[in-house]
């Protein structure tokens, strides 16, 4: 039973090094997408870093969907809240349009103030407390 | 230049960023996936728009990259801290591996 375990646990190991590796190699080997219209040097690295922010969050929604207690889900969505605002700074370098940066700011303070919503309702307290 | 530079946090943002999630999959116990996601994500995302700024330079955008800087790096700390207390409260275990937990021993204090 015990080695069974152990070996049940290396393999998930290495099932999810695969995946991830698969992943970024993806990341690495796929053509950029249409969305990218502006003159930009380095911009083949740029239009990448959209892809491993999009990894990284789907990394996030795994914990937001697997988690065990709530108090796992309302951290993964802390997390998702504050990458996403990464990628809007991404999205303004590589598209040159500077209003997505204040979606960015929206978006940090709103996930700001949900999370001290959602943590209030995890202590079990009344919100205006 | 600045588009070198602003290269460069965007990568070193972008590693941060993805280990930091890798901890949220990978660590056994709320605490430990807070503790591993929240700071290494912050300064990700912190880097992210710091090189952002350099990148787009002093325009409006630039500007409101540093202005997140600031509320990301004052925000981010007190959230975490809210829920972790707030999971503590509702009772949320700690790994069996832990060592110390200084909170419940200062509420038996108190009581």
Redesign the interface.
Known sequence: MKTDNKTFRLLRWAVGALILGGAVALVVVRPLPFLFFRELPHLAFFGRTLYIIILACVLCLYRVGRGPTGADRIVAVDILGIMIVGLCAVLTIVTGRPWYIDIGIAWALQSFISTLALSKYLEGKGFDE | MN??A??IF??V??TF??L???G??RLPD?YN??QA??KA??M??CS??F??FL??GW???GI??L??II??LL??P???H??S???H??G?RLWEGSVIDRYAEDKEGEA
Do not use: E, W
Request: overall charge positive; some cysteine; hydrophobic content about 60%.
């Open positions: 588009s070198i602003g290269l965007v990568a943002g972008l960023d993805l930091g999630c890798l949220l999959v709320v996936r807070l996601a929240t994500v912050t990700g995302t992210i728009l090189g952002t990148v787009v325009t409006a955008a409101k990259a202005l997140c509320f990301i925000t981010s007190v959230a975490a809210a829920i207390r707030g999971a409260r509702a949320v």
